[in-house]
């Protein structure tokens, strides 16, 4: 079966440091990746998608990037965090068709 | 463009009665929409689709939503509501890259 690992579950990170978050499927090929953020616990914006290895599609211009370095492996990445990119971010994968499963989430806190 | 509106950011029913969370959508083409469950702290767990066919879905947890293509909503519904059914819920359509775009949440306390 499929399972989707997300980490770190919570973190805590200084202003202008760097950040790296990462999310890997398992059980499946070539899935469609997600990474969302959900800030103060209610609405999710979708940040970045992935239909493949390297192709990343961005749905919001900020701090944040992401990149897909093998197949079920997807990574959000920021040089310099800012206090506003604090919040839940949320991993998700799909195939062509199906519905999204998430991983358990990372707690982020910019200091 | 794709969309899904949640018109209520909060919902209250009694335990053991009906519950209804409302979702409406803005598609261009076949809507493809779906139903999530968050707990505090946790990631969204899948309740249910709609991708074609009838028009009452069936899903997880005793669920089941209703999609009225003319009136472009998709409302989930639970004959008789638990105090553990209490959580944030999300819609979503999924746009014709797959993208998933969601609903801004509504979240629903059963009352003992």
């Known amino acids: 079966s499929q399972t989707i690992h997300q980490w770190p579950a919570t973190l805590v990170q200084p202003v202008g440091s760097p950040l790296s978050l990462e999310c890997t499927v398992e059980?499946?090929?070539?899935?469609?990746l997600y990474w969302y953020r959900q800030a103060a616990g209610r609405g999710l914006q979708l940040l970045f998608y992935s239909v493949g290895i390297g192709q990343i599609s961005s749905e919001v211009p900020q701090n944040l990037s992401a990149s897909r370095p093998q197949d079920r492996q997807f990574i959000l990445s920021s040089k310099k965090l800012l206090l506003s990119d604090s919040g839940f971010y949320l991993c998700a994968w799909t195939e062509t068709g199906s519905e999204a499963f998430f991983g358990q989430g990372t707690r982020l806190t910019v200091v | 463009a794709q969309s899904v509106a949640q018109p209520e950011d909060q919902v209250n029913v009694a335990e053991g009665n009906p519950l209804t969370v409302k979702c409406t959508y803005s598609?261009?083409?076949?809507?493809?929409l779906f139903w999530y469950v968050q707990y505090p702290n946790r990631g969204l767990q899948f309740l249910l689709k709609?991708?074609?066919?009838?028009?009452l879905v069936k899903g997880s947890y005793g669920f089941e939503a209703e999609f009225n293509k003319s009136q472009t909503s998709f409302h989930l519904k639970k004959p008789s509501a638990l105090v553990s059914d209490s959580a944030l819920y999300f819609c979503a359509v999924r746009g014709s890259g797959n993208q998933f775009y969601f609903g801004t949440g509504t979240s629903l306390t059963v009352i003992p």
């Open positions: 709609y991708i074609t066919g009838d028009n």
């Open positions: 059980g499946t090929s070539n899935p469609n």
């Open positions: 598609v261009s083409g076949n809507p493809y």
